[in-house]
């Protein structure tokens, strides 16, 4: 069975400077990655995904996130933070071999300073 | 262009009555996902549908919880008899099908089981 690690349970980064979101995955074949951004109150965005191509994806909001086969991961980045990032943020992964079900990462608590 | 419908946004009931939490998935999507968020647990999938039917429902904690799609364009979660312990935030989500389409996720219904 597929599963997904969120190393970081919390970051805390300043306004301005630059995100970078761990997650690691474990699937035998190639995965199907997604990020999602849980702002307060609110359900689940996604931001980007990957399926195959370009290792490097674009999303939504100024995000990007490399798929590295060589190392199971798929990394969120942004170049530079805005507040309203503040957020939680979900990797997951579907698998032909888990039918139509997304395994979620535990998430990754983003507090953005001023 | 309308996303998944969740309602009530908001539940307070007492321990014992019974709950019902509904949800409209988007057009045309024909998978539905149930999940509930919890501090403790993160994001836990109760149970899922292809087509209006049952296909995984092995993360319902127990009998107290039962699901429906009586057609492809509503469904509904309930508990009875609620107790304390499920308080929780409940998600509702649905997709194109296939492990390589994202979810799309509702707001939520915030359920407080005194």
């Known amino acids: 069975a597929q599963s997904v690690t969120q190393p970081d349970i919390h970051i805390t980064v300043s306004e301005g400077a630059s995100l970078e979101l761990r997650c690691n995955y474990s699937?035998?074949?190639?995965?199907?990655l997604f990020w999602y951004v849980q702002s307060p109150g609110q359900g689940l965005q996604l931001l980007l995904k990957y399926f195959s191509g370009d290792t490097l994806v674009q999303g939504i909001k100024g995000f990007e996130a490399e798929f590295k086969r060589s190392q199971s991961s798929f990394n969120l980045r942004k170049p530079s933070v805005h507040w309203s990032d503040a957020a939680e943020y979900f990797c997951?992964?579907?698998?032909?071999?888990?039918?139509?079900?997304?395994?979620f990462g535990g998430g990754t608590r983003v507090l953005v300073k001023p | 262009d309308a996303g998944v419908i969740q309602s009530p946004r908001h539940e307070v009931t007492e321990m014992g009555q019974e709950v019902t939490l509904r949800c409209k998935p988007i057009s045309g999507h024909n998978s539905l996902f149930w999940y509930r968020q919890t501090m403790m647990r993160g994001l836990e999938l109760l149970i899922y549908?292809?087509?209006?039917?049952?296909?995984?429902d092995s993360g319902m904690p127990e009998d107290r919880f039962s699901a429906k799609m009586p057609n492809a364009s509503f469904s509904t979660l309930k508990i009875q008899p609620s107790e304390p312990r499920d308080s929780a935030v409940y998600f509702c989500?649905?997709?194109?099908?296939?492990?390589?389409?994202?979810?799309?996720f509702g707001d939520g219904t915030r359920l407080s089981i005194l």
């Open positions: 997951a992964v579907g698998a032909v071999a888990a039918g139509n079900k997304l395994t």
């Open positions: 699937y035998g074949a190639t995965p199907y």
């Open positions: 549908f292809n087509n209006n039917v049952p296909i995984d």
């Open positions: 989500a649905s997709s194109s099908g296939g492990p390589n389409q994202p979810q799309h």
